[in-house]
């Protein structure tokens, strides 16, 4: 999996609440990326990282924001949540071969 | 921006009939067309890709064309087994960056 750990893996939340979401990798890949993933809608770009304080936003990037202080953590913060950012977030990394994203295990937030 | 539609949405083949999933896209600079596989709990895994400036690509029992003219690429499965069960996606960008990607198909084998 490229050296992609997504925490938690599973968290439920209250509507809200702030909640945080890490994606660690360790093997220095420049660009890093949040992707959510709902049924019928596939995966759609959140934000995205193109180095250590370089971030931008994706299609879907109201409600959430991101941080990137070292390049092996992107943080995908929702600053409140609510019942429409249930869903299941992926991390993507671009391999070395510049090939297809790999991407991490995910996260399934559930926010009641 | 890119926009990416797949179809079918749910296919169901029997072991060892091919599966054929299509995809368009609507931005012509787009080069870059890959594939994943998704097996449930699991995240979406590169099983094929295709750039622009090629029609056609194969690996063993997979393979994916292109079309430019039409902005359609598609994914032929051949000989399939009940291990290929899973949901697909297509996706496009343009360098490997913005990509977009399509609703999903989920397929099942029968045995």
């Known amino acids: 999996d490229a050296g992609i750990t997504q925490s938690p893996r599973h968290k439920v939340t209250e509507t809200g609440t702030p909640v945080t979401l890490r994606c660690h990798q360790t093997e220095n890949h420049r660009y890093m990326y949040w992707y959510r993933q709902d049924p019928g809608h596939g995966l759609r770009l959140i934000h995205y990282s193109y180095g250590v304080k370089d971030t931008d936003k994706g299609e879907v990037s109201d409600g959430y924001s991101v941080s990137r202080s070292k390049t092996e953590d992107f943080l995908l913060t929702l600053e409140s949540a609510t019942s429409s950012q249930t869903s299941v977030y992926f991390c993507?990394?671009?391999?070395?071969?510049?090939?297809?994203?790999?991407f991490g295990s995910g996260t399934r937030l559930t926010v009641v | 921006g890119e926009n990416v539609e797949q179809h079918p949405s749910t296919l169901s083949v029997q072991e060892g009939d091919s599966a054929v999933i299509k995809c368009t896209y609507s931005?012509?600079?787009?080069?870059?067309f890959p594939w994943y596989k998704q097996e449930l709990g699991k995240g979406p895994q590169l099983i094929i890709d295709i750039r622009s400036n090629v029609g056609e690509k194969k690996d063993q029992r997979i393979a994916v064309t292109l079309n430019k003219t039409a902005k359609h690429f598609s994914l032929h499965i051949t000989e399939t087994q009940p291990e290929d069960s899973a949901v697909y996606f297509c996706a496009a960008s343009k360098e490997n960056n913005d990509m977009r990607f399509g609703a999903g198909t989920r397929l099942t084998v029968k045995p």
């Open positions: 931005d012509s600079a787009s080069n870059y």
């Open positions: 993507a990394i671009i391999p070395r071969d510049g090939g297809g994203y790999t």
